[in-house]
């Protein structure tokens, strides 16, 4: 059982593609794009179990005028039309369950009223993608939780800069939009830095950067129907019983919330209590899913229950790594012992 995300950086950092039966299951474009990589790479899926409740049509409606205008929506009718052509889709799947002893064997789904089971050898999921804000986070920048992204993102002015003086975001980090507006955004932000270090004029700046935003604004058109139509249901994002939250520590979900009723408000309490987000990750997979379970036991919001308290590293450093770093250049030789 993986994440699509990882089944499409395997495919694409080191050609590996899956054998055996492979299910995909979810919402969100990127496990469309995945599954029509897959497709063309020769890998026969078995099944795509979409999410999507039908409940999320009527929010997204309001937007389908700016999405009908974009460029996802003549991309998204031709990968649709792709995948669903060659592989069994089933929609409205309101539950889900990995079967298997000491490997996955079969997945089981139910909608409307009924279950069914698929053998599978690979089980790729996916509910949707959020900024990766451990940096910006261990740096100490403000972030503030947006309820269309269902996220936690970095504050940040219309230049990308944030609450740190010095301190720009630009692309997915600042929040979901795409390639297109990453690029835009970096343009934004580049022109920014160069007025900063005095390599640009403040009217030159000021002169460059309508086209960007108008760009930007493009690029972004028709996002906010993709934001609502695909918003992850509840039961998928907060769940319940043995499913485990915290893949490093192995916590399930009735241990997390058994150790919540006990008081334990925040992540960072949970954290020294059970801790969850200690592993390699560093709560990269599990942080927001105990942000929102926090939040549903106490009755209040995700900005409220907050964050986990990030340090550097950021990312796990191997030792090789470590003593491959060159010494500041402060650093003084340590004296030769006798």
């Not at 600042?174 to 390639?179: P, T």
């Not at 297109?180 to 009217?203: I, P, T």
């Not at 030159?204 to 028709?222: N, S, T, V």
Request: overall charge positive; glycine content about 12%.
């Amino acid at each position: 059982v993986m994440g699509a995300g990882a089944g499409q950086v395997l495919l694409k950092s080191a050609g590996l593609v899956p054998s055996g039966r492979v299910v995909l299951a979810g919402l969100g474009p990127l496990l469309y794009l995945v599954a029509a990589q897959y497709l063309r790479a020769g890998v026969a899926i078995a099944a795509l179990l979409e999410t999507t409740p039908r409940g999320n049509r009527w929010p997204a409606a309001a937007h389908l005028p700016a999405f009908l205008a974009s460029d996802y929506y003549a991309k998204g009718r031709r990968l649709l039309a792709e995948v669903r052509r060659r592989v069994r889709w089933v929609g409205l799947v309101e539950t889900l369950r990995a079967e298997g002893s000491d490997r996955l064997e079969a997945v089981a789904f139910g909608r409307a009223g009924e279950r069914e089971t698929i053998p599978a050898d690979l089980l790729l999921l996916h509910q949707g993608v959020v900024p990766n804000v451990n940096l910006a986070m261990a740096a100490g920048c403000a972030h503030e939780w947006d309820e269309a992204q269902l996220c936690f993102v970095p504050v940040v002015d219309a230049w990308g800069e944030s609450s740190l003086p010095g301190i720009a975001i630009a692309g997915d980090g600042a929040g979901i939009g795409g390639a297109g507006s990453a690029e835009h955004r970096g343009r934004l932000a580049a022109l920014a830095a160069a007025h900063a270090l005095g390599r640009l004029s403040s009217a030159r700046r000021d002169w460059e950067a309508p086209r960007h935003r108008r760009a930007l604004a493009r690029a972004l058109r028709g996002r906010g129907f993709l934001d609502r139509l695909y918003r992850p249901p509840d039961a998928f994002r907060r769940p319940s019983g043995e499913t485990i939250v915290c893949r490093c520590e192995e916590l399930t979900a009735a241990t997390l919330v058994e150790t919540a009723r006990q008081g334990q408000g925040s992540p960072n309490q949970l954290k020294a209590f059970r801790r969850p987000g200690m592993g390699p990750c560093q709560g990269r997979f599990c942080g927001l899913t105990v942000t929102e379970m926090l939040a549903e036991e106490h009755g209040t919001t995700p900005q409220e229950v907050g964050y986990y308290r990030l340090r550097p590293p950021v990312k796990p450093l191997s030792l090789a790594e470590l003593s491959a770093l060159s010494a500041p250049p402060s650093a003084t030789a340590p004296e030769a012992g006798p």
